[in-house]
């Protein structure tokens, strides 16, 4: 019943900066912690970020830590992941995703509820 729809992935230098938006329809947003994973070529899903319901908690990626930062604004439904210094290593599709607040295990995919249809980044040397 919950749909998420994202946008803003593209392609970009190495050293530039991408905003990932993610937009809930359906349900209110403010019940869900929201995550961001990636996953690139060859690789297993990797967790990159996640912010709690009400937006009292981040959580970081050791990868990312300093370069990316989660925010959400509950009165859109919406939630960004700003992405600073990217590098080639960033490059993956990104996904971003809701849990219900109360299950509290944000950095797990396996816990999240519902999920967005992935969008593409691709940072160039």
């Known amino acids: 019943q919950v749909q998420l729809v994202e946008s803003g992935g593209g392609l970009v230098q190495a050293g530039g900066s991408l905003r990932l938006s993610c937009a809930a329809s359906?349900?209110?947003?403010?019940?869900?912690?929201m995550g961001w994973f990636r996953q690139a070529p060859g690789k297993e899903r990797e967790f990159v970020a996640a912010?709690?319901?009400?937006?009292?908690?981040?959580d970081y990626a050791d990868s990312v830590k300093g370069r990316f930062t989660i925010s959400r604004d509950n009165a859109k439904n919406a939630g960004y992941l700003h992405m600073n210094s990217l590098k080639p290593e960033d490059t993956a599709v990104y996904y971003c995703?809701?849990?219900?607040?109360?299950?509290?295990?944000?950095?797990?995919?396996?816990?999240?509820?519902?999920w967005g249809q992935g969008t593409q980044v691709t940072v160039s040397s």
């Open positions: 912010i709690s319901w009400n937006g009292g908690s981040e």
């Open positions: 359906g349900r209110p947003f403010t019940n869900y912690a």
């Open positions: 995703a809701i849990q219900r607040a109360w299950i509290n295990r944000r950095i797990v995919a396996t816990a999240y509820d519902y």
